[in-house]
């Protein structure tokens, strides 16, 4: 976009304002890190593990499940994590923004299962259902980059956080506006891929 509107201040600023904000939350993000609590978390988290403490846990319904096969327990977590994506994406034309985040997440969780788990079902058959599960997760993922873009510069702008606003204000609502405009082709893709979702055979399925 800046450099199809060369020459204009308006995106200089614009970037300038971002970056400062990155800068913010990087900072935040530091001091986070640096905070007693975390770092205790970090020493339990390493001293569970290190001494393998879900060893000592009482004997229970739960528990014991930790002695099943692997195949067992993989096939009803996909099972699960692919039923929500489905039943979340039948009308995806439809879905709010709201929605379409929390179909994401929904999507990402199935992935990261299909992922850990893949290596147990012939790579063919995984490979075509990681397909489709990568299609959504690109469009899924730009809508969400145009709605968190448009949220954060309505915060700067609002907030008062920016004293530039007024000098990035038109470089932003261009911004937004292109990447509301690609959202609608993106949209309309992102449809024919969650189709194409809900044909496809779980590979889990028959292995």
């Known amino acids: 976009m800046a450099q199809l509107y060369g020459g204009d201040q308006g995106f200089d600023a614009l970037m300038a304002a971002v970056e400062q904000a990155r800068q913010q939350s990087r900072r935040r993000a530091r001091e986070a890190l640096g905070t007693e609590r975390y770092?205790?978390?970090l020493l339990r988290l390493s001293a569970w593990?290190?001494?393998q403490a879900w060893r000592d846990q009482p004997v229970t319904e739960r528990?014991?499940?930790l002695l099943d096969p692997i195949g067992d327990h993989c096939v009803k977590l996909l099972q699960k994590r692919d039923r929500n994506v489905r039943r979340q994406g039948r009308d995806i034309?439809?879905?709010?923004?709201?929605?379409l985040h929390e179909l994401r997440l929904a999507v990402k969780?199935?992935?990261?299962a299909v992922d850990f788990f893949?290596?147990?079902y012939p790579k063919k058959q995984a490979k075509a259902y990681r397909k489709h599960?990568?299609?959504?997760q690109d469009g899924l993922g730009y809508l969400n980059d145009v709605a968190a873009a448009d949220t954060l510069l309505r915060e700067l702008a609002l907030t008062g956080r920016d004293q530039a606003a007024p000098v990035w204000a038109h470089a932003g609502g261009l911004t937004v506006g292109w990447h509301r405009h690609a959202a609608i082709a993106a949209k309309d893709r992102l449809v024919k891929d969650m189709a194409a979702f809900l044909r496809a055979?779980?590979?889990w399925r028959g292995a």
């Open 133 to 136: 599960l990568a299609g959504l």
């Open 63 to 65: 528990t014991t499940r």
């Open 109 to 112: 969780r199935l992935r990261y």
């Open 49 to 51: 593990l290190s001494s």
């Open 118 to 120: 893949e290596s147990l």
């Open 201 to 203: 055979k779980p590979f």
């Open 93 to 99: 034309a439809n879905l709010s923004e709201t929605a």
């Open 39 to 41: 770092t205790e978390f």
